[in-house]
């Protein structure tokens, strides 16, 4: 049986101090992003914001006893790379590009996470509408998380107005529960098959005192992907571009609460 962990008030406190820090991680890296960065300056940048407010990097050493752990703080993934690139010295920013930043904080015991896909410089009309749909998706996927609702109307929603703009939803990686681990129960994926429980597909009630991450990941293309052989980047097999788009929430009575805001 898999266990969902609700948290107190107290506890949601805590993680919206850890969701705050994260954000302004991102933040800093918002404003250095530009042609000729690398990501691995980001990733220092994203590094010292934590370091400055007491906290850790959820990503970094995950996960643990891993033969190949993820090395750094942010995972920054570049145009065709949907999720899990690794930051590099070497791996410098160009105009017209777009990255997808994933960063992770743990804060008095509670994670806090969240993505954004930044332009860098001036990016084309095409690649704009990729992003405000991919975002657009995250927001459709938090006004579906109210109590009452299932994981799959959540899933559901996010899928239909990602693919009624002509795109498709990464279907191997999902959002995930987060609370003192970075990845608890229940998964929120961002599709949902037709025959879902043929598959032992099954959908978890949405709770007050649930948190969990949404993060839509939207493909320009075919939604079929490969790992690199660095172990960890996840980039698109047609070489199409992606987003990714992520914050943690929290369920409550009413409206959700976003975690990870400034
Ligand atoms: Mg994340
Ligand atoms: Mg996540």
């Not at 008030?9 to 933040?27: D, S």
């Not at 597909?201 to 690199?228: H, K, N, Q, S, Y």
Request: glycine residues 8%; charged residues 20%.
């Amino acid at each position: 049986m898999r266990t969902v962990n609700l948290k107190t008030a107290e506890q949601v406190e805590i993680m919206r101090e850890a969701g705050r820090i994260n954000a302004r991680a991102h933040a800093a890296m918002a404003e250095a992003i530009r042609p000729g960065v690398s990501t691995a300056e980001l990733d220092a940048i994203a590094a010292d914001v934590l370091r400055q407010h007491g906290a850790t990097a959820a990503f970094l050493g995950y996960p643990p006893g891993s033969p190949h752990p993820f090395p750094a703080t942010i995972c920054a993934s570049v145009n065709d790379e949907l999720v899990h690139g690794i930051p590099s010295r070497e791996r410098l920013l160009k105009d017209g590009d777009i990255i997808s930043i994933d960063c992770g904080t743990v804060y008095r015991g509670f994670v806090g996470d969240s993505a954004w896909t930044y332009a860098v410089g001036t990016i084309k009309p095409a690649v704009q509408r990729l992003l405000d749909v991919t975002e657009e998706a995250l927001w459709v996927g938090i006004r579906a998380s109210r109590a009452g609702k299932l994981t799959s109307d959540v899933a559901k929603a996010v899928q239909q107005y990602v693919e009624s703009h002509g795109y498709s939803v990464a279907r191997e990686y999902t959002g995930h529960g987060v609370g003192s681990q970075m990845h608890e129960e229940p998964q929120v994926p961002n599709w949902w098959p037709r025959r879902a429980a043929a598959y032992g597909w099954r959908a978890t009630p949405l709770t007050a005192g649930m948190t969990f991450a949404l993060e839509p990941m939207v493909i320009a293309g075919r939604p079929d992907l490969r790992v690199a052989d660095d172990h960890w980047t996840v980039v698109t097999r047609d070489g199409s571009l992606c987003a990714h788009f992520e914050h943690t929430i929290a369920v409550t009575d009413g409206e959700p609460l976003i975690l990870t805001a400034l």
